[in-house]
């Protein structure tokens, strides 16, 4: 189980990092935060697609 958490903040790190850089100088991390709760338990792939607007993560991870 422990293995879980640490792929989930992996995931949730790499997240960040593509999310800060999308952003650019509009980036504020209370906002990530608040993108990030809002969506619920979803799986952080279909959260990625959602903050970033971006298929290819859900089409990785639907292979």
Do not use: C
Not at 33 to 46: F, R
Not at 51 to 56: F, H, Q, R
């Amino acid at each position: 189980q422990k293995i879980s958490y640490i792929i989930g903040k992996w995931q949730i790190m790499n997240l960040l990092g593509r999310y800060k850089d999308r952003l650019g100088e509009n980036f504020r991390l209370g906002q990530f935060h608040d993108d990030l709760i809002k969506n619920g338990s979803l799986p952080v792939s279909v959260i990625e697609w959602i903050l970033l607007d971006d298929p290819a993560a859900v089409q990785q991870a639907t292979k």
